[in-house]
């Protein structure tokens, strides 16, 4: 049986503290898409970590991790992971592993990245230029090089080959910089890769569910950023949706049981693109501030707005959402009003679905407003206990979405999270 945690906005929901909560009723975790371009903050006590690649369930000891297939992997930020979660006493080499099947990110896609975005000038889709996009170009383009071609002799050739197609693709871009060092620390980091334990990620994962093991599969992005189905173009390379699952790790759709998505009380998203609740006045800079609302991998600061019930349902129907995990509701705290956008008027009209291109349509939102609880919530502990105004928000959205909001978020502490 396999459950998934995945974000429903545009990601940055919380999925790296949940999925640390909920680890120890696991016995693997595993990353089924993206790349470093995730940025999933969990704390160990009082220290806080940021794991782009590795499953969030690593702080676990008797846990296996598993990065599976679906992601796109860059062998230098996974050193620098591993290294960091060595500090805290985690012995990587015991309960963490790659599979064959996983695509490389060379240096070269960084490069490509960096001269994409600059060749879209102020239509950028504002990519964390980490080299994902034009990694999954190639696996999907049919020239990629993956995890097990590292134990292959012949990895150097396919590797000086498909360097010569990119270099040929910089010049197009007149992209000049010189990426030699990078080269220099990716071939260091392909030995580190060479150690690990590398194995045929569909066979492993399907034999432990046979033997009736537990697995959580752990979402990166958002379901607004999904290739398919988000915000297109202006989003991730991957399908972070549940669906992803599947074809990310190698396990039959049968094989899922609970979806649990996450939306934070309100939203936010990072990078370029249409966001109908975006909020650019001193709510939207409140919520920043007190939300500590930077990005963990880029460190820009998110744009903030209102939660999108609209574009919550979508995703809540894409993903086949069972239960919902609302975060950063503390946040709220100091609000006397809160709103949700429970439509969107295109062109005079009103509709609850998402349009096809949500930038041309410019959804205008429309809310139904709420009041706000006004209290400090970070500390209570028994959902009896919160204010009344908070358990109204709750239920208006377990109505709205259709989905039961199950568990609440007060704080970025591993044990603030309160059951609903
Ligand atoms: P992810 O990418 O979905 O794992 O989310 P990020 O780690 O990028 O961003 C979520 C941020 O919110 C992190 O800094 C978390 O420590 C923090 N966080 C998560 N849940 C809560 C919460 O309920 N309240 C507060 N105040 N912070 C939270
Ligand atoms: P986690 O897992 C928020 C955004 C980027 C950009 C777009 C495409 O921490 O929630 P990419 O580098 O993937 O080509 O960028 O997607 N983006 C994220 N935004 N959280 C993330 O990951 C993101 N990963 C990518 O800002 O708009
Ligand atoms: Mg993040």
Not at 6 to 13: A, K, R, V
Not at 126 to 147: C, F, H
Not at 322 to 344: H, N, S
């Amino acid at each position: 049986m396999i459950d998934v945690i995945l974000g429903l906005q545009w990601g940055d929901e919380g999925k790296g503290k949940i999925v640390d909560y909920f680890a120890k009723d696991y016995d693997m975790i595993a990353r089924f898409q993206g790349g470093p371009n995730a940025g999933h903050t969990l704390y160990v006590g009082n220290e806080k970590v940021v794991l782009h690649q590795i499953p969030s369930g690593i702080f676990h000891d008797h846990k296996e991790n598993l990065i599976g297939s679906g992601v796109v992997l860059d062998p230098i930020t996974l050193i620098k992971e591993c290294e960091a979660v060595k500090k805290l006493g985690v012995d990587y080499r015991k309960n963490l592993y790659i599979s064959e099947r996983t695509h490389l990110i060379l240096p070269t896609h960084r490069a490509l990245d960096k001269a994409s975005e600059i060749n879209k000038g102020i239509e950028k889709i504002g990519s964390t230029l980490k080299g994902i996009g034009p990694a999954y170009m190639d696996k999907t383009g049919r020239n990629g090089l993956r995890v097990g071609d590292l134990l292959n002799k012949s990895f150097t050739t396919q590797y000086i080959k498909l360097r010569l197609k990119h270099q040929r693709m910089l010049d197009s871009f007149n992209f000049t910089e010189d990426i030699s060092d990078w080269e220099e620390e990716f071939f260091e980091a392909l030995e580190f890769i060479r150690s690990f334990k590398i194995v045929n990620g569909e066979y492993f994962i399907n034999e432990k569910l046979s033997q009736g093991k537990k697995i959580l599969a752990e979402g990166a992005q958002g379901s607004m950023l999904d290739v398919d189905f988000g915000t297109f173009p202006f989003v991730t390379s991957s399908s972070t949706i549940s669906a992803g699952v599947c074809t990310g790790l190698g396990v039959a759709p049968q094989k899922i049981k609970e979806v649990i998505g996450i939306t934070k009380a309100y939203c936010t998203r990072v990078g370029s693109g249409p966001f109908p609740t975006e909020l650019t006045d001193e709510t939207g800079d409140f919520l920043r501030n007190a939300g500590n609302e930077f990005g963990s991998t880029t460190g820009r600061p998110r744009r903030c707005g209102w939660i999108d019930g609209v574009a919550l349902q979508f995703a809540c129907m894409i993903n086949g959402v069972t239960q919902i995990v609302m975060t950063k509701a503390d946040i709220l705290d100091g609000l006397e009003q809160l709103k949700v956008c429970t439509k969107y008027k295109i062109d005079d009209q009103e509709t609850n679905w998402v349009p096809f291109q949500m930038l041309k349509s410019k959804p205008e939102a429309i809310y139904e407003t709420l009041e706000g609880w006004n209290t400090d919530i970070t500390k209570i502990d028994d959902y009896n206990n919160m204010p009344a105004a908070m358990k109204t928000y709750i239920n208006y959205l377990n109505k709205f979405l259709g989905v039961p909001v199950k568990y609440i978020s007060n704080g970025p502490g591993r044990e603030q999270l309160v059951k609903a």
